[in-house]
Every structure is written in C-alpha cells, then in structure tokens.
T-cell receptor, first 115, second 115 residues
Framework: AQSVTQLDSHVSVSEGTPVLLRCNYS??????LFWYVQHPNKGLQLLLK??????LVKGINGFEAEFKKSETSFHLTKPSAHMSDAAEYFC?????????????FGTGTKLQVIP | EPEVTQTPSHQVTQMGQEVILRCVPI?????FYWYRQILGQKVEFLVS????????KSEIFDDQFSVERPDGSNFTLKIRSTKLEDSAMYFC?????????????FGPGTRLTVL
C-alpha cells in the first residue's frame, strides 16, 4: 500500500521569499516521487521527479526537492517565490510492479504569492 | 515537444446522457490512463490500459465507464449514463514503456459538467 500526505492545504508567501511545500509518503517498496503543478484551468505539468538517483532533485522554474528516506519526506522548495508560481501543487508517489504503475496523488497544496 | 491532447476542453451534458471524452496520447507511448478530479478534491485514478486491454481499474470505474482505443491514436473514456456526481475534470495520461523511472504525461483535462 502507498499513500501521500501533503501537510498544508494552503501556503501563502510574499513575492521574493522562500517557498516550502511539504510532502510525506508511505510506500512498501522503493517509490518514485513526483511534484506536479496545476495552474488555474490548466492541466498537470511535471515539475520534477525522484527515481532513486540523486536525492536532491532540480526541476523547472527554480524548484527543487530533496528525498529523505529516513523522514519519508519529499518537500518542494524554491528560494524566491514569483507571482507566476501561484498554483496548486501535487505530490505524487508511484510504484511499479511488472509493467503496471500505481499512482497516488496527494490532496494538493494551493500556493498563494502576495505581491 | 510532443504532448497529450484532450477534447473537448469542456463538456456540458444532461443527467442520463452518454458522453465520450477523447484523448490523443503521445505517439510512441504504450500505457494509457484516465484520472478524475472532482472540484476541490484530489486527483483519483480511474483506469489504466495497455496492449488493448484494461490492466487495472479503481473502484470508481464501474460498469458505467468504459475505455477504448478505437484506432492507433485515440484513447476514449465513455460514461454510459451520466450522473450529477460524474461532474469533474477528467485527465488522460500516457507513459512510454514499463520502465520504473518513466513519467506519466498528462493532458490538459476535460471539464465535464452534468446538469
């Protein structure tokens, strides 16, 4: 069984300040972990992914995430928020078994950026 | 860059009517998925499809739902008799191979409104 917990449903930051979106996961096997972003009325865009290579993963738009197995966490960070970062962010865990890939989404975190 | 496309972007239907949501996955991908996101809730897995058959489905995917790959490019989700609670955003996704590190690429979604 696998699950994802996004600890904050809403996060509000001022433009230019750091962003931290928290994600904890539970998985019986070595998971792959992803962060997706969804802008209003848009689809899901992949920000970054961890698949058992380097634990610090860099993504698009200045985002990065660190996989910490001991803490079962995969928090998303960005040093300086931009207005265009306002969106909903989903942490996703996948598990592959044979050819099948089971995907579990977190409940999402809405990021508000205040000018 | 190739992307998953979905049509229509918004579908409005009367309760009890049949709807077909269409997706064109990325051309060399082999695995196909449908997800839904009820307004304000998290993204939920519906079904996965490989080699012209369903490989996995969730408990949401009951007899009212069916999927088909009618030709080499389209992947469709049919809801036979829509209910009010079927109103949601429906996302299609595709994945190239069975590789553990493979990412699912999502389409922009179809917003289904059942009146």
């Amino acid at each position: 069984a696998q699950s994802v917990t996004q600890l904050d449903s809403h996060v509000s930051v001022s433009e230019g300040t750091p962003v931290l979106l928290r994600c904890n996961y539970s998985s019986s096997y070595s998971p792959s972990l992803f962060w997706y972003v969804q802008h209003p009325n848009k689809g899901l865009q992949l920000l970054l992914k961890y698949t058992s290579a380097a634990t610090l993963v860099k993504g698009i738009n200045g985002f990065e995430a660190e996989f910490k197995k001991s803490e079962t966490s995969f928090h998303l960070t960005k040093p300086s928020a931009h207005m265009s970062d306002a969106a909903e962010y989903f942490c996703v865990v996948t598990m592959n078994s044979g050819g099948y890939q089971k995907v579990t989404f977190g409940t999402g975190t809405k990021l508000q950026v205040i000018p | 860059e190739p992307e998953v496309t979905q049509t229509p972007s918004h579908q409005v239907t009367q309760m009890g009517q049949e709807v077909i949501l269409r997706c064109v996955p990325i051309s060399n991908h082999l695995y196909f998925y449908w997800y839904r996101q009820i307004l304000g809730q998290k993204v939920e897995f519906l079904v996965s499809f490989y080699n012209n058959e369903i490989s996995e489905k969730s408990e949401i995917f009951d007899d009212q739902f069916s999927v088909e790959r009618p030709d080499g490019s389209n992947f469709t989700l049919k809801i036979r008799s829509t209910k009010l609670e079927d109103s949601a955003m429906y996302f299609c996704a595709s994945r190239p191979t069975s590789g553990r590190t493979d990412t699912q690429y999502f389409g922009p979604g179809t917003r289904l409104t059942v009146l």
